[in-house]
């Protein structure tokens, strides 16, 4: 079984819509956890992390939900610029190597 | 404040050709350094991290190499490439504070194709 799991999409919505995606994880010791944002030919880049229940950063959301194990990551009010492939990333452990990367959903907002 | 350099950008290698590609980073000590591979259209790859100079865990057997002769300096390396070699290599460092976790920056990326 995958640490990561995530939903490839592609999600395809309107401007202004609202958009979730969900990401399940495997390992229940899985301590932090993040959203990454990677535009088309690009690099990674940190959206949002998450270490308690949630986080609220302007139009995103990211939930936690240990219970269940899944963390998910809501845009409000969809702009173009919004179109993306997002990343779900968990910490699982301490060591060095304990990043696990989901394969990404990838989003495309539509005029 | 940190930076990460990755250079080149691009990247048109024959087949059989040796291959360095070269990550720094800046403002940091110590870090904790990591090569990825991104092929077309797929998720991360990891195939190397290092925690100090020297010290090099390879995640995927295969052509390639890594080196760290510096503390803020890591290096991939093939003596030959394969077609099979062609992807999105990204070097990442990662922000540790008391053993906690704060995530990757990435590298602007190395785009690889083999021809």
């Known amino acids: 079984r995958k640490e990561v799991e995530q939903d490839p999409g592609p999600f395809n919505v309107p401007e202004g819509a609202t958009v979730a995606f969900n990401c399940t994880y495997s390992?229940?010791?899985?301590?932090?956890f993040f959203w990454y944002r990677q535009d088309c030919r690009k690099e990674p880049k940190l959206l949002m992390s998450?270490?308690?229940s949630g986080n609220e950063d302007g139009r995103f959301t990211a939930q936690l939900n240990r219970a269940s194990q899944y963390i998910s990551l809501l845009i409000r009010d969809s702009k173009l610029s919004d179109s993306a492939t997002y990343l779900c990333v968990v910490n699982v452990g301490t060591g060095a190597n304990n990043l696990f990367f989901g394969t990404g959903t990838r989003l495309t907002v539509i005029p | 404040s940190q930076t990460i350099h990755q250079w080149p950008a691009t990247l048109v290698q024959p087949v059989g050709s040796p291959l360095s590609l070269e990550c720094t980073v800046e403002?940091?000590?110590?870090?904790?350094l990591y090569w990825y591979r991104q092929a077309a259209g797929r998720g991360l790859q990891l195939l190397f991290y290092?925690?100090?100079?020297?010290?090099i865990s390879s995640e995927v057997p295969q052509n390639l190499s890594a080196s760290r002769p510096q503390d803020r300096q890591f290096i991939l390396s093939s003596k030959k490439l394969l077609l099979s070699d062609s992807g999105f290599y990204l070097c990442?460092?990662?922000?540790?504070?008391?053993?906690?976790?704060?995530?990757?920056?990435f590298g602007s990326g190395t785009r690889l194709t083999v021809v």
């Open positions: 998450v270490y308690s």
């Open positions: 990442a460092w990662r922000h540790l504070r008391d053993r906690v976790s704060y995530g990757y920056t």
């Open positions: 290092s925690v100090g100079i020297g010290q």
């Open positions: 390992n229940s010791a899985s301590q932090s």
């Open positions: 403002g940091t000590s110590n870090p904790n």
